[in-house]
């Protein structure tokens, strides 16, 4: 079965089970400040976890779209994706653990079909330091559960993944007992990390065996928690009974509430014997597109393709959850997996312009469940579209760059911070970079520079202001020339008599003062930012030329602070392929050489007065 079979499949038989449907929540959690995204299925429904009472009811399942940003490192095995659908039922205070151990289970060897001779299942055996004792209640209900089915029920007491590599399974044994670390669950983790106020529980987690070789790099033996591949884990039903305490203890909830979550394309992977999620067809179909693109085999470049094919997923449903690529927040990591998506392409020799095929087949794939997606197609295709180009134009000039910075041997945090700010690579991708080529660096190095140079842009921001500019970075040259596209929108809207008055511009922003006497309408503000983003998307050419001073002056070239040029100037044009000309104008600072290489979309954050007759605009790259 195919991941939109199971679905279906699971939602109708927990509505048979007396639960509600209720639809995903959003890839960007609502109310919840403590976190980017939706990165589990329990999230949106903590309010009802810890006692509010849910509109519904108090039997739910979904299916909840979830992405983990920690997880893009991952991203490479058979089994770890950054975006994925969690399979959800919820008890608020109803049932619990006699009744949600045979839910699960019994759906997956009845309904889905699999082997039960395969499932092998894992509980918790207390934290006495967090005062939490053995689930010796689960590890009962298994023991009746396999019986009832003739099969073994054998306990194997594991402790520690480490542990358990050493101990290895003993014959008969299907249930397995490990520590806190793998058998609590908390958005924080384990108990000693968890928060005050934090819920959580132990867990009984569901794992099938695919078989195949022990790999010993994972421990002399195998065991259900191995991460050799052999053992996938496809369910997990969290007993949520727990919120920490002030003093670091634990208190029981009111109410006892049951989490389950099921990886739906882990599920549809066992169902067809094979452990590799991406050879699920929502997955598998951009796999088999790549091939045929490049000539080149899944089986011999598995980390390429599964970077594409997850990343280009993932994005498509972000930016369906309404964030484009940007340079903060959740737009960050989209634009990371479309750059980190890029630099695979081309290692594969991927042609350009494929990443948009991929998103309208993932919008194909799953735009019957998720209506959205069809919705907004154009808005998804089009974003991926523009980051995609934005980055190859920068990629190539940033991989000599590397290049060049690895040829003496050595990688240091200056070039780390170049390949940054000059060329937009993010910190992690020079990293992966450098570990291919067995250079370690330094976050913490990183981190220093980076805080160094905010601190000096914003002291300079506080002594510069007329025609100030925080540095050369690329991304610094790139808000300079959207300055004076945003002068030249300014004056197209509003007339002739806007003039620059002052700017500050900072990697993070620009700030521009100008000549007028009225607050801008919102109409005005959109025609600007319009204006702007027209001639980013044209592809417009940046030429620089010299001229007499007077002569310019006399044809009309914009310009402020006439009196501080020589007599001879640099006027720079910003001109598209077919001539229309979107800024002329007097500058003697560094600018993009094609509007085509600004990353991000103008948008106007703030307009206001400045002083008598002038105005103020802040303004960013999104």
Same mark, same amino acid.
């Given at each position: ?448 520079? #980076?805080?160094?140079?905010? %601190?000096?842009?914003? &002291? /300079?921001? @506080?002594?510069? =202001?007329?025609?100030?500019?925080? $540095? ?73 030329? #010299?001229?007499?001073?007077? %002569?310019?002056?006399? &044809? /009309?070239? @914009?310009?402020? =602070?006439?009196?501080?040029?020589? $007599? ?55």
């Amino acid at each position: 079965m195919n991941a939109n079979q199971i679905r279906e499949k699971f939602l109708a038989y927990m509505v048979a089970k007396g639960h509600v449907e209720i639809p995903s929540a959003r890839l960007v959690p609502e109310n919840d400040p403590t976190t980017l995204f939706t990165g589990s299925g329990m999230q949106p429904l903590i309010p009802y976890l810890m006692g509010e009472t849910h509109p519904k009811g108090v039997r739910l399942t979904d299916s909840q779209k979830c992405f983990r940003a920690a997880d893009i490192e991952e991203v490479g095995d058979n089994r770890h994706t950054t975006f994925f659908e969690m399979l959800g039922n919820w008890s608020l205070g109803d049932y619990f653990k006699k009744e949600q151990l045979p839910f699960f289970y019994n759906f997956l060897v009845d309904e889905v079909g699999l082997d039960p001779q395969r499932i092998y299942v894992t509980t918790f055996m207390g934290d006495e330091a967090a005062g939490v004792p053995k689930d010796d209640e689960s590890i009962a209900l298994w023991q009746d559960i396999f019986a009832a089915r003739g099969l073994s029920n054998g306990i194997g007491v594991m402790g520690s993944e480490e542990a358990g590599g050493e101990r290895g399974m003993h014959e008969g044994e299907r249930i397995f007992v490990y520590d806190s670390a793998k058998n609590w669950w908390s958005r924080s983790g384990k108990p000693a990390n968890m928060p005050v106020g934090e819920i959580g529980g132990p867990d009984s987690e569901f794992f099938y065996d695919f078989g195949g070789e022990h790999d010993t790099r994972y421990g002399a033996q195998c065991h259900p928690n191995c991460d050799c591949g052999r053992f996938v884990e496809v369910g997990n039903s969290v007993f949520i009974e727990y919120i920490k305490q002030a003093d670091g203890t634990f208190a029981k909830l009111p109410q006892k509430n049951v989490d389950f979550g099921g990886g739906l394309e882990r599920i549809a992977a066992a169902s067809n014997e094979n452990s590799d999620v991406f050879l699920v067809p929502e997955l598998s179909m951009i796999i088999k597109d790549v091939e045929a693109k490049t000539g080149k085999a899944y089986a011999e470049n598995h980390k390429a393709f599964r970077v594409i094919a997850d990343h280009l997923r993932g994005a498509t449903f972000i930016i369906g959850d309404g964030v484009m690529p940007s340079n903060t927040d959740q737009g960050y990591f989209v634009r990371r997996l479309i750059r980190r998506a890029v630099r695979y392409a081309d290692m594969l020799g991927l042609p350009e312009g494929s990443f948009a095929q991929f998103a309208r087949a993932v919008i194909a794939a799953y735009g019957a469940r998720y209506t959205n997606l069809v919705t907004d197609a154009e808005k998804i295709v089009g974003a991926i579209e523009a980051e995609e180009t934005k980055f190859r134009t920068t990629l190539a000039k940033g991989m000599k760059e590397f290049d060049r910075a690895i040829a003496d041997g050595t990688l240091s945090t200056d070039d780390v911070f170049t390949l940054f700010t000059t060329y937009g690579f993010p910190y992690e991708l020079t990293e992966e970079l450098a570990s291919e080529h067995g250079f370690v660096i330094s976050r913490g190095d990183f981190d220093a520079k #980076m805080g160094e140079h905010q %601190a000096l842009s914003r &002291a /300079g921001a @506080e002594q510069k =202001f007329k025609g100030g500019l925080a $540095d050369s970075s690329e991304i610094v040259v790139q808000y300079h020339t959207v300055t004076h596209l945003m002068l030249a929108g300014l004056r197209n809207v509003l007339g002739d008599h806007v003039h620059q008055a002052g700017s500050n511009i900072t990697g993070e922003r620009l700030r521009f003062d100008f000549t007028h006497g009225e607050k801008m309408t919102p109409e005005q503000i959109a025609a600007v930012e319009a204006y702007v983003n027209s001639a980013i998307k044209a592809q417009a050419a940046v030429s620089i030329e #010299m001229m007499a001073k007077d %002569a310019a002056h006399a &044809a /009309g070239v @914009e310009g402020s =602070f006439w009196e501080k040029y020589p $007599d001879e100037v640099k006027v720079y044009t910003v001109k598209d392929a077919e001539g229309k000309v979107y800024s002329r104008e007097l500058c003697g600072g560094p600018h993009v050489e094609n509007t085509s290489t600004i990353t991000g979309t103008f948008k106007i954050q703030k307009e206001e007065s400045s002083s008598q007759g002038i105005r103020r605009i802040k303004a960013v790259l999104v």
